[in-house]
């Protein structure tokens, strides 16, 4: 299983980004899907969820209402739109799946992770 995940970069305050993630080697469609972030110095957190055919999906407090999770299984392929994004929003994002048809936010119900796209928010 292999999880690639893209889109990150610079962005003002109040801009957008879409990340992706691009799955292989698994049946995507049989995993529910993630996003998480780690900023410097602090732990992993939760961002973003999504079930197997994306008809749920789960968001952290700090996000909600500016973060969009969606997926695309013919593509095996989810996304995070991020809008609104704020300095605090600074962290490496990572995409990872879980081999389960529902959502989930903790990391260690998730069984792959991937390498992570660096997300900077300037002030």
């Known amino acids: 299983v292999q999880l690639q995940a893209s889109g990150g970069g610079l962005v003002q305050a109040g801009g957008s980004l879409r990340l992706s993630c691009a799955a292989s080697?698994?049946?995507?469609?049989?995993?529910?899907m993630g996003w998480f972030r780690q900023a410097p110095g602090k732990e992993r957190e939760f961002v973003a969820a999504?079930?197997?055919?994306?008809?749920?999906?789960y968001y952290a407090d700090s996000v909600k209402g500016r973060f969009s999770i969606s997926r695309d299984n013919a593509k095996n392929t989810v996304y995070l739109q991020m809008n609104s994004l704020k300095p605090e929003d600074t962290a490496v994002y990572y995409c990872?799946?879980?081999?389960?048809?529902?959502?989930?936010?903790?990391?260690?119900?998730?069984?792959?992770w991937g390498q992570g796209t660096l997300v900077t928010v300037s002030s």
């Open positions: 999504i079930n197997w055919s994306g008809s749920v999906t």
């Open positions: 990872a799946a879980r081999n389960a048809l529902s959502v989930a936010v903790i990391t260690s119900l998730f069984d792959y």
């Open positions: 080697g698994m049946t995507f469609s049989n995993y529910g």
